[in-house]
């Protein structure tokens, strides 16, 4: 299947939600969620229940009239001043809902177009099931990510710089054809006491004795994958081992929890309670969904209501940290299915 | 000089601004602004003209303890619910203003805080302007910068795929010491009619014949750099080559009109005038100001009001796009000096 028919069906599907919700409009400025409704990341998007109209720049114009045939589901016209404002008086809209891209900017829109605003999520809810497209892509992201985090583990010798390391693994999945090294910042390696450190980023310095923490992802057709390991660098005190296995375990124990039905901030609980009874804080998020961000909803902190659904892809990543000593973290992207959600970078 | 003293002078001398503007507290939020004020990217600050507050989590209380001795500005304080609330209205802080960063949540803010909210440049106007700290870790940023556009054409071979270079290219980056890979999705490489497209994304196909251009930057301390060549590949024809130079000398005559005192707009109109006068249609802004962020104050659009003043570090970027055709972009880092800019990507 083509992207054409697929940005059709989301477009459609979007329709219908809004149809739903009763809403008159909704204004779609955020590039991911403009990418998820056409293919490509520039312009911005009034829906209707009835209609879609694409606001882009003129040098856009053709490329998006090229890009797909009579698949495509929005009318696309020239994004000039005060263009959107003219389409909502036309169309008789009083009231439109922003996305999370536009929502940043209330104050603004509230000026300029006239009408009344208010900010929904309903792409965002939309992109948080996948679709089988999406699935598949997301798959081919996770395998790259799973081959890179390995090949990342086999290039820690004594001597390597954080650096080269990084500089090696990067290109290996853009040789696999990412579209992205991995996150905004690149690839995360922190060695030694660093490892404790979220925020470490690789230096030009050698590894560390100790737990090396590795997390990257690939990106492919716009979707990402994430995922992390710890591997032991030199030879491991017996605590450290001790809480590479404890973090191994609870990411399995927690995974299991992650069924149709189940609300994510109870899965968080969990796991944020078994690290207490272990002597441990939790520091961050259990996880996150992943797709086109590489943080989107569903939501895993511990007060999400967000309940799982098949067609959601997720990370499940607890982790420890013991400044001044070191950090673990494994991190798995994982497909909610009907039943066991399924490991995509085992 | 460390930064220990670096992020203490940034700190005072906000808070003469604010003092100045006759504001009562500023809510830090946006992690490169908080980086700026610290040297980490984690937490929250509360600026008021005599004391600097920093929120972080627990784990982070420690890690920021330890990284500077008394030249830190800041009083370090565990980010618990409600603790800002709570020390504005010990403070008998009455409106605070938000920072880039916070203000997308400002409604979310409004409701939070329990104060009168507005939003403020503060930060970002001081950032606008670099310090000999600054100024130095950019030049390395672009030197790597400078040195990995020419690799770039230099691996420019017939059969090549795209992704290839650009692993080959951002592992060099990686090597010199940058911090991330370039930018956020990486470096950009556009060949054949694709160099057109600004949204281009790099892909597994071989490299086309006609302009290609190459967009990257390292980063080094934390500062960007940003520079583009377009390269000829195989024959070209003879408008490609026209269109090539003539980009290139408007880029150094935009760049001539850059001093203190002149208008950013008006140089943005001034390049806009004489695409024109070309036949051509101008696409984006001539450049933008580079720092912490690729992309920060002083805004290089049409409609800027800001002035150049020594210290700014910017981009000059004409470009030319022909849909179905070719494209060509031209753009080095320049720091605005008291006389003429100076390149730091030539």
């Known amino acids: ?20 919700a009763g809403e008159q409009a909704l204004l779609v400025g955020n590039r991911r969620n403009v990418f998820y409704l056409t293919g490509k990341d520039a312009g ?26 009579r698949g495509f589901p929005h009318r696309v016209v020239d994004f000039e001043e005060g263009a959107i404002k003219g389409f909502l008086k036309k169309e008789g809209v ?15 829109y509230r000026k300029r177009l006239g009408v009344r605003v208010s900010v929904s999520d309903l792409v965002e809810r939309q992109r948080a099931v996948k679709s089988d497209f999406e699935v598949d892509l997301i798959k081919k992201s996770c395998r790259i990510a799973h081959d890179a ?8 010798k004594p001597g390597k710089k954080e650096l080269d390391v990084v500089a090696d693994v990067e290109a290996f999945i853009r040789r696999r054809g990412s579209e992205t090294p991995s996150f905004d910042d690149g690839m995360l390696l922190a060695s030694g006491r660093r490892s404790a450190d979220i925020h470490a980023r690789p230096g030009l310095f050698p590894l560390l004795r100790g737990p090396v923490v590795v997390d990257l992802g690939a990106k492919i057709g716009g979707y990402n994958s994430d995922v992390t390991r710890t591997f032991g660098f030199g030879r491991l005190t017996a605590r450290e081992k001790e809480v590479m296995d404890f973090v191994r375990e609870l990411q399995q124990s927690a995974a299991d929890l992650v069924r149709p039905g189940a609300v994510a901030g109870d899965v968080h ?15 961050h998020n259990l996880g996150h969904g992943v797709g086109l961000d590489i943080h989107e909803l569903p ?15 997720i990370t499940v990543e607890p982790g420890v940290y013991l400044p001044r000593h070191f950090g673990v973290r494994h991190e798995d992207t994982f497909l909610v299915t009907k039943s066991k959600p399924k490991n995509l970078t085992a």
Request: glycine content about 10%; overall charge positive; hydrophobic content about 40%.
């Open 94 to 108: 009083r009231k439109v809902c922003l996305d999370s891209g536009s929502a940043g900017a209330l104050a603004d």
């Open 269 to 283: 609980k969990f796991a944020e309670e078994e690290l207490k009874k272990a002597g441990f804080m939790f520091h």
């Open 299 to 313: 939501n895993l902190s511990g007060k999400s209501e967000d309940v799982f659904k098949p067609g959601m892809v």
């Open 1 to 20: 299947m083509g992207s054409g028919k697929e940005v059709f069906r989301r477009t459609r599907k979007l329709q219908a939600s809004l149809e739903d």
């Open 44 to 69: 911005r998007i009034v829906v209707t229940p009835d209609e879609s109209v694409l606001f882009v720049r003129p040098l856009y114009r053709q490329l998006y009239s090229s890009l797909y045939g």
């Open 149 to 156: 985090v390995y090949f990342a583990g086999c290039l820690l």
